[in-house]
């Protein structure tokens, strides 16, 4: 089966950079991407790694490593909307089919 | 706002009873992906219908059943429902049939007593 593993709390303040890091094992792989999703609100595509390396977008870069079946979100320049929960996700193949994995989600809290 | 839309926001029905959620994708979507949320699940992927057509599957109970229709929006349906089922019910959609970047409607919030 698939199975993802993120921390499940960060703490940062405001104007640092912190970085998330998600383990996956899966299957099959086709890929890493990132959600970020606000108290009571819906996820919100962030960024999609198929290849190894960095992808930087703004303030927030994604970075994977397919030897390592690891992966990383970088935020940097924090700012206090940035709390959220953060989900790593792949997308997999097992006996049902193809099917999308999220991982359990890091809480980030930004402090003043 | 993401384009995609869902009815109704919240639902609050019995054990028992069968409920449809409704969704629709953005303009141009052809990908429609029903997720379950729970507090002790987390996101869980349900099903996917593209243009028309079941495109994947996760562990979606026996008891629960989607289709997409010709004007591309989807409902989900439930059934027998039971305490456990209660969760945040999010649609997403996208472009193609295996895209990573996915646009989540607001959600349904369903409880059942």
């Known amino acids: 089966g698939q199975s993802l593993e993120q921390p499940s709390e960060v703490t940062a303040v405001e104007g640092a950079i912190v970085q998330i890091n998600c383990t996956y094992q899966?299957?099959?792989?086709?890929?890493l991407s990132w959600y970020q999703q606000h108290d009571g609100g819906a996820p919100t595509f962030l960024s999609y790694?198929?290849?190894?390396g960095l992808e930087e977008t703004g303030r927030f870069s994604s970075f994977l490593s397919r030897s390592d079946s690891y992966g990383y979100l970088l935020l940097q320049e924090l700012q206090m909307k940035d709390s959220a929960s953060y989900f790593c996700?792949?997308?997999?193949?097992?006996?049902?089919?193809?099917?999308?994995?999220f991982g359990p989600g890091t809480r980030l809290s930004v402090l003043p | 706002d993401s384009g995609v839309t869902q009815t109704p926001k919240h639902l609050i029905t019995a054990t028992g009873q069968r409920v449809t959620l409704r969704c629709s994708p953005r303009s141009g979507d052809l990908s429609v992906y029903w997720y379950q949320q729970s507090l002790d699940q987390g996101l869980q992927f349900l099903i996917q219908?593209?243009?028309?057509?079941?495109?994947a599957k996760g562990n979606i109970l026996e008891r629960f059943s989607a289709q997409q229709f010709p004007d591309l929006h989807s409902e989900l349906n439930l059934s027998s429902l039971e305490l456990g089922d209660s969760a945040l019910y999010f649609c997403?959609?996208?472009?193609?049939?295996?895209?990573?970047?996915?646009?989540f409607g607001p959600g349904t919030r369903l409880t059942v007593t």
């Open positions: 996700a792949v997308r997999d193949r097992d006996n049902y089919g193809q099917n999308f994995v």
């Open positions: 219908y593209y243009n028309g057509e079941e495109r």
């Open positions: 997403a959609s996208s472009v193609g049939s295996s895209d990573h970047e996915q646009y």
């Open positions: 899966t299957s099959g792989f086709y890929g």
């Open positions: 790694n198929a290849l190894d």
